[in-house]
């Protein structure tokens, strides 16, 4: 930890409440780097800075970056690992563990419209609808649904049943009404209200209370004996039956475990899987399971905290009992928390603890089987790469240039690395042509490639094993150029490729080499001249973008680059700039400027 970063945060720390709340630590940009909630927030934010060593690399790279911090105040621990989990879930920052949604997973949907339709998907999309899952097997969710249609049908159409519509008899009814699939609430057969009520008694369903929904159906059905209405009373029979056999499909633990979660967490190293249990009236009605890799050496207990958070509020869950294997770091309000010793509890407890273990041990077992199968496949591709080319050795780092003009305008140029194969985004560069004026391929080739390899001799970092150049001979013999002033010509092995027949050049050699085109060698070296294009291609527009935007605003007078800046530090574009309204123009600007800019472009729009 560095001693300024202590002495500048002293003073503010010191100033902290001793109270509840949310923290973040911001970068130079302002941009979040970590969000934090604490029982008491001095104590919390000062642990960070009351170290000389840490036993974690990452809380010192952090804390070495963290120029800002900002805190909010709450009521309690429960209300700060609320805020915390919907502040983590929106800024998403660098330090922070990120559970993601299992949009892979079958969903259960209730969409938000009259007349609901019930349906399955994969895909969960914040519009107002009700989910209910998700799910592991398909075959489940099937059955669910089959059994909810046999009990209540709905209808399956998209129609538009607005009141209105219905009232001016805009449709008729179709198949499924006369299969009894539905009961066409299109054409009033149904009302809304007795809609509503299968709607409501499908919840109960697939939130797992069936033993409250059959009570009210046996009622049911009594009342239809009373009045001796036997065809109805029939009916309801049928449907108990079927909630019945449904049941008996469970696992069954105890009838007495009303309404209870599990959850057992386990780790291994920086991996940590938690194992989700619902159990309703004595039956297992949802399993689920959570994996994620700690970042900052986070406990267990604090892990726990938001997974519990995450998952109700994902399930939907109402269970005012948890078990669990540890105590959480926070507790939520109005929970009751649970380590059983024994009994049918405990059970529950060490399930869900062994399907965390086989959970888990599958996730590393599957991550390191990738991981050498990928390492095999791309030492046997490099060998392969290294005969083709006949290369000195084996090209574990290759660097790749592409440079970009379009229509001759803002000359840029591109390096991307990919080191064993595989992308190394972190070594990108991004280059101005600097000394070349108009478009001129050769020549900005030369001195892109006399610059980064002048840089990285004058920081004695390691020279690539092969260099590809995007062009034929005429751009591999200006890289060439460069690496003969550089005197490291006989170190680096260079080759160009030429984008109509895929031709590859070498150093003093002006017939091409044809590689057979469904090789890997050839994949390989495409792949990285395409990634160098995209990387080149981004960049040139970006430029272009920004110029043609900065154009703009240089025609209001008053406007300097400071100003500038400051707009699209806030802003972002051309187009929010423009949309802002006035007064929050004079928030970044100042009034003077702002009524400038307001009236420039609304004066161009007339």
């Not at 099937?142 to 049908?153: A, D, E, H, R, V």
């Not at 305008?409 to 042509?433: L, M």
Request: proline residues 3%.
């Amino acid at each position: 930890m560095e001693s300024e970063n202590k002495e500048k945060y002293k003073l503010f720390i010191s100033n902290l409440p001793e109270s509840p709340g949310v923290y973040q630590f911001l970068d130079e940009k302002k941009s979040i780097l970590y969000i934090g909630k604490a029982k008491n927030l001095r104590k919390r934010v000062a642990s960070y800075f009351s170290k000389d060593i840490f036993d974690n690399n990452k809380v010192r790279v952090l804390i070495k970056h963290t120029k800002d911090i900002k805190f909010i105040l709450v009521n309690s621990e429960s209300d700060a690992l609320l805020l915390e989990n919907n502040l983590i879930k929106k800024y998403q920052p660098k330090y922070n563990i990120l559970l993601k949604d299992d949009k892979t997973f079958p969903w259960i949907c209730i969409k938000k419209e009259r007349f609901p339709r019930i349906f399955y998907t994969r895909n969960f999309v914040n519009d107002g609808s009700e989910y209910f899952g998700p799910y592991t097997s398909v075959v489940m969710v099937k059955t669910i649904l089959n059994l909810i249609k046999k009990l209540y049908p709905l209808r399956s159409c998209k129609l538009d049943l607005a009141e209105n519509k219905i009232r001016e008899n805009k449709y008729k009814p179709c198949l499924e009404y006369h299969l009894g699939n539905c009961k066409a609430p299109c054409i009033r057969a149904q009302s809304s209200e007795d809609y509503t009520s299968n709607i409501n008694s499908i919840k109960i369903i697939l939130k797992g209370h069936l033993r409250d929904l059959q009570k009210y159906l046996e009622s049911l059905m009594k009342k239809y004996s009373e009045k001796l209405d036997f065809e109805n009373a029939q009916i309801i029979k049928e449907k108990i039956e079927l909630i019945s056999k449904f049941q008996s499909k469970s696992t069954i633990v105890n009838s007495k475990i009303s309404n209870v979660d599990v959850f057992g967490i386990v780790e291994k190293g920086n991996n940590v899987c938690v194992n989700y249990l619902r159990v309703i009236d004595g039956a297992i009605i949802q399993v689920h399971s959570v994996n994620l890799k700690k970042k900052l050496d986070e406990k267990l207990n604090e892990l726990l905290s938001i997974i519990i958070l995450d998952v109700k509020q994902k399930m939907n869950s109402d269970a005012k009992e948890i078990i669990i294997s540890l105590i959480p770091e926070i507790k939520l309000d109005g929970k009751r928390y649970v380590i059983p010793q024994k009994g049918d509890k405990l059970k529950l407890l060490e399930l869900s603890l062994r399907n965390a273990r086989i959970t888990l041990h599958e996730r590393i077992k599957q991550s390191l089987e990738k991981s050498n199968k990928f390492k095999v496949n791309k030492n046997v591709e490099l060998e392969i790469l290294k005969k083709d080319l006949r290369l000195n050795k084996l090209p574990i780092i290759i660097e790749c240039f592409d440079n970009s003009n379009l229509q001759g305008t803002n000359p840029v140029a591109a390096c991307v690395v990919f080191r064993n194969g595989i992308p190394s985004k972190k070594d990108y560069r991004h280059y101005n042509i600097k000394s070349v004026k108009g478009p001129n391929d050769f020549a900005s080739m030369q001195e892109v490639v006399l610059r980064r390899y002048k840089r990285i001799i004058n920081e004695k970092l390691n020279l690539p094993d092969l260099i590809i150049v995007d062009g034929g001979i005429g751009q591999l013999n200006a890289a060439r150029k460069s690496l003969e002033e550089l005197g490291i010509q006989k170190n680096v092995s260079i080759i160009g490729l030429a984008k109509r027949l895929e031709e590859i050049y070498s150093p003093n050699d002006s017939i091409p080499l044809y590689i057979d085109k469904n090789s890997s060698s050839l994949k390989i070296i495409q792949n990285i001249r395409n990634e160098a294009h995209r990387f080149g291609i981004g960049f040139h527009k970006l430029k272009r973008s920004n110029e043609m935007n900065n154009s703009v605003l240089d025609l209001i007078n008053g406007v300097g680059s400071k100003t500038k800046d400051d707009l699209f530090k806030e802003f972002k574009s051309i187009e929010g700039i423009i949309n802002a309204n006035e007064e929050k123009l004079s928030e970044v600007i100042g009034k003077s400027r702002a009524k400038k800019i307001k009236f420039f472009f609304s004066d161009r729009k007339n």
